[in-house]
């Protein structure tokens, strides 16, 4: 076997899985965004067909794209849907860097149980335990009851169905996502760098500031990325724990495919979800990558 | 812990006119009673020590004998448990290490990574709040000093191991530090890069005149650089003088053992005085003869120390065969060639074999000794070391 043929074997696995399971799906969605809607099973018309001539025609529908950009109803859920995530990651960001940044310097030994512990709630059901917010946040539920019983409220607070608890609840489920990059790019730290800037005359806090947090940076991004793209397509716990209020996008993309059976609608919708996604992250990871280069 | 009085030697230090001979002056940094423990080790037992303004004192010592924890309680990013440092008439106890004029050049540089040469070099100002114009002077300084002049916009990954050195001096200096700690600072650098820095450090140490105190386990690197050296063992000072004193004097088996080679006989004090000492030895059958008075009664136990380049090896039938005080026949067992000189082993008539050194002064051909010949190992009683069991 030449060495050409093995490596060209070697690439194949990954490549093979992502055309299955990636490029494929990813295709069928994208034909099916610019299919017209039909009824039937399945609801949409093929791409190809047959016209009046016999002649085999390809009929692209624009209507789908148009009527996303036109109509102000997808681009607000949609804007809704980032900023909603924008927030989700930074509540992460804000409670992970602390965790990451102290199971890094913890004492050796503790190190793998205190990351197992943040590791911990994914061995149970993921809407298990967003039910499980549900009983804490509840008018009858534990907060309210114990704000109730200590005398520091006469009336239960509305908690459940509201932004805050859709906020709490996917903090809560993504944490993890950010905690372990950070605490990979922290515990990478040489410890002796931040003795330095000690010994330089820097304060502890400037010396986070100026060595630490700067040094961490791959580890925020990836952890910001890991936790704001699924954050943005998140429908279960805004459907469980938000309030009736506007519409995110997830919800409107399950809502398109299931309610209204507009498959072609759904799909455009989802493929430019994934664009608005993928472009700017892959214009930023080219970038970090020319500028790691230099 | 020094030198006893009296016992001159001839090595003086050229650079420096020898502060601590002088009862009356004042130590520059004062280590008194230091103790630190981990766990139930400790690190550093009862360290006293006193530096004067100008030095390059090197702590030598194995790894393990406590000398980086000293440095590190100097530089105030460990904390001793007991005992108090006191720099310039100042106590450092509950003085930060952000807040002393204490500067360190890490062993493994710690350069931060994501700042170029000249920001790494500014670092310290900046968080002094030096302005800017005067900390870019500043810079320059280094830069010139470290002889890296152009090297400003760099960043630490693209330097290599010598050049890096140069940067972690050039930040550490920046400050003006009162006292500048270096931990193994060229323990990273090959064999002929660390000899030319050696020279470097001693040179930048003299114009700028800062106290350096300087780690290391390298014995050649102490002895080249320091004014005075302090050797290490396992938490505590075990002897503390010029490069000369301590090597020439040793006050112990560890410290003669540790501090170049040292041929170790043992025997029991049989007179001494003034005039020196006669050791008798079960082993052989001749008394060791020393020119100074042992430290220990008649009676008592002692180690001979022998430098290896101090024993002078002849064959049996040469003329300068007869020379010496002391005189210990044997046969050749081995001999190391280094270049510049030999190692003979020498196998003694009671089985116990001496290293003994001869500069090369011929050719390897024209070796007067050779691979089992009967020698005779002689020196004079200026070479005997007594030291206490």
């Known amino acids: 076997m030449t060495p050409r043929l093995r490596r060209a074997l070697v690439l194949a696995l990954p490549a093979a899985w992502m055309l299955l399971f990636f490029a494929a799906p990813f295709a069928i969605v994208l034909s099916i965004g610019f299919a017209e809607p039909a009824e039937g099973i399945p609801p949409y018309a093929p791409l190809l067909r047959r016209g009046e001539d016999g002649a085999l025609q390809l009929q692209l529908n624009m209507a789908n794209l148009q009527l996303l950009l036109e109509d102000p109803f997808y681009a607000e859920a949609a804007l809704r849907s980032l900023r909603v995530a924008a927030v989700s990651a930074t509540l992460c960001l804000l409670v992970g860097y602390p965790m990451a940044l102290a199971i890094a310097?913890?004492?050796?030994?503790?190190?793998?149980?205190?990351?197992?512990?943040?590791?911990?709630?994914?061995?149970?059901?993921?809407?298990?335990?967003?039910?499980?917010?549900?009983g804490l946040l509840q008018d009858q539920g534990w907060i309210n009851g114990a704000l109730l019983a200590l005398g520091l409220i006469e009336d239960p607070l509305r908690l459940l169905y509201t932004d805050l608890a859709m906020y709490l609840g996917i903090t809560y489920c993504y944490l993890p996502f950010m905690v372990l990059p950070l605490y990979a790019s922290l515990s990478r730290l040489d410890p002796a760098l931040l003795e330095a800037a000690a010994d330089l005359g820097a304060r502890p806090w400037r010396g986070f500031l100026a060595v630490t947090l700067p040094l961490s940076l791959p580890g925020v991004v990836a952890g910001y990325l890991l936790v704001f793209i699924p954050a943005v397509g998140?429908?279960?716990?805004?459907?469980?724990?938000?309030?009736?209020?506007?519409q995110l996008i997830g919800r409107v993309l399950w809502t398109e495919f299931f309610q209204n059976r507009d498959w072609p609608l759904a799909s455009a919708l989802a493929v430019v979800l994934l664009l608005l996604l993928v472009l700017p992250i892959a214009l930023f990871q080219s970038r970090a990558t020319r500028d790691a280069e230099r | 812990m020094s030198a006893a009085p009296g016992t001159a030697i001839p090595a003086r230090s050229r650079r420096f006119d020898e502060p601590w001979r002088d009862p009356a002056a004042e130590p520059f940094l004062r280590i008194e009673g230091v103790t630190k423990r981990f766990g139930g080790f400790a690190a550093l037992d009862g360290i006293d020590l006193s530096i004067y303004r100008g030095e390059f004192f090197a702590l030598l010592g194995g790894s393990g004998s406590g000398k980086s924890t000293l440095l590190r309680i100097l530089a105030g990013l460990e904390r001793p448990d007991a005992g108090r440092v006191v720099l310039d008439g100042q106590d450092m106890a509950g003085v930060p290490a952000h807040a002393r004029p204490v500067n360190m050049m890490f062993q493994s540089y710690a350069l931060f990574p994501h700042m170029t040469v000249a920001q790494n070099i500014a670092f310290g100002l900046r968080m002094d709040g030096v302005p800017r114009a005067a900390a870019r002077e500043r810079v320059a300084e280094m830069l010139a000093l470290v002889r890296m002049e152009g090297f400003e916009a760099r960043r630490p990954a693209a330097l290599s191991g010598g050049q890096r050195a140069r940067i972690a001096l050039a930040r550490a200096l920046a400050k003006r530090p009162k006292l500048l700690l270096l931990d193994e600072p060229l323990s990273a650098l090959d064999k002929n890069l660390r000899e030319s820095m050696q020279f470097e450090l001693q040179s930048i140490q003299e114009r700028t005149g800062t106290t350096f105190v300087i780690v290391t386990h390298d014995q050649e690197e102490a002895m080249t650089m320091a004014t005075r050296l302090g050797v290490m063992d396992r938490g505590t000072l075990a002897q503390v003088g010029t490069p000369g004193e301590v090597y020439e004097l040793p006050n112990s088996r560890f410290t003669a053992e540790f501090l170049g080679t040292a041929n170790i006989l043992d025997g029991v004090v049989e007179t001494t005085g003034p005039a020196g000492t006669r050791i008798?030895?079960?082993?052989?059958?001749?008394?060791?003869?020393?020119?100074?008075?042992?430290?220990?009664?008649?009676?008592?136990?002692?180690?001979?120390?022998?430098?290896?380049?101090?024993?002078?090896?002849?064959?049996?039938?040469?003329?300068?065969?007869?020379?010496?005080?002391?005189?210990?026949?044997?046969?050749?067992?081995?001999?190391?060639?280094?270049?510049?000189?030999?190692?003979?082993?020498?196998?003694?008539?009671?089985?116990?074999?001496?290293?003994?050194?001869?500069?090369?002064?011929?050719?390897?051909?024209?070796?007067?000794?050779?691979?089992?010949?009967?020698?005779?190992?002689?020196?004079?009683?200026?070479?005997?070391?007594v030291l206490p069991e």
Not at chain 1, 234 to 246: D, K, S
Not at chain 2, 290 to 299: E, I, L, N, R
Not at chain 2, 306 to 333: M, Q, T
Not at chain 2, 354 to 362: A, E, H, I, K
């Open chain 1, 105 to 134: 310097r913890a004492p050796e030994g503790w190190r793998n149980t205190l990351l197992m512990l943040v590791v911990l709630p994914f061995w149970t059901s993921f809407l298990l335990r967003v039910t499980a917010w549900i």
């Open chain 2, 280 to 385: 008798g030895s079960a082993e052989f059958d001749m008394a060791i003869l020393s020119d100074a008075p042992a430290p220990k009664p008649p009676g008592s136990r002692v180690y001979v120390a022998l430098r290896p380049e101090r024993l002078r090896i002849d064959r049996v039938d040469a003329a300068e065969a007869r020379h010496g005080e002391n005189r210990l026949a044997g046969r050749v067992r081995d001999i190391a060639y280094f270049g510049d000189f030999f190692m003979y082993h020498v196998e003694l008539d009671g089985g116990r074999v001496l290293r003994v050194s001869q500069p090369n002064l011929r050719r390897i051909t024209e070796r007067p000794v050779d691979w089992d010949d009967q020698v005779v190992v002689t020196w004079d009683g200026q070479a005997s070391l």
């Open chain 1, 234 to 246: 998140e429908f279960v716990i805004p459907e469980l724990l938000g309030g009736p209020g506007a």
